[in-house]
């Protein structure tokens, strides 16, 4: 079993910058491809990025395209979502997610997920 926990959540204004940070346990993470996801409440969870299980590859949603970056550190058993350039449309509860595969952008295709950290950016 995996277990995922994100932090780096908060407030931002316009044009900040947030990191975001999902520790995982387990010895297989490097295994894994992961994805980030965004929720907004009364809303369907959100495809942002995913990154394979080396790292080496990531692939974006249109709407963070040039402005989110997704890296992984697998000896930290640890994924990040660098955000730059926050719009106030960012905002939502940010969740990772392991996958058996990648590319993957359905949420229903993820098994593993976190608990969830909020960002909010005021305009």
């Known amino acids: 079993q995996v277990q995922l926990s994100e932090s780096g959540g908060g407030l931002a204004q316009t044009g900040g910058s947030l990191r975001l940070s999902c520790a995982a346990s387990?010895?297989?993470?490097?295994?894994?491809?992961m994805g980030w996801f965004r929720q907004i409440p009364g809303k369907e969870r959100e495809f942002v990025a995913c990154?394979?299980?080396?790292?080496?590859?990531?692939y974006y949603a249109d709407s963070v395209k040039g402005r989110f970056t997704i890296s992984r550190d697998n000896a930290k058993n640890t994924v990040y979502l660098q955000m730059n350039s926050l719009k106030p449309e960012d905002t939502a509860v940010y969740y990772c997610?392991?996958?058996?595969?990648?590319?993957?952008?359905?949420?229903?295709?993820?098994?593993?997920w976190g608990q969830g950290t909020q960002v909010t950016v005021s305009s």
């Open positions: 990154i394979n299980g080396s790292g080496g590859s990531a």
């Open positions: 387990g010895r297989t993470f490097s295994s894994y491809p």
């Open positions: 997610a392991t996958v058996r595969r990648y590319p993957v952008v359905r949420p229903a295709e993820y098994g593993y």
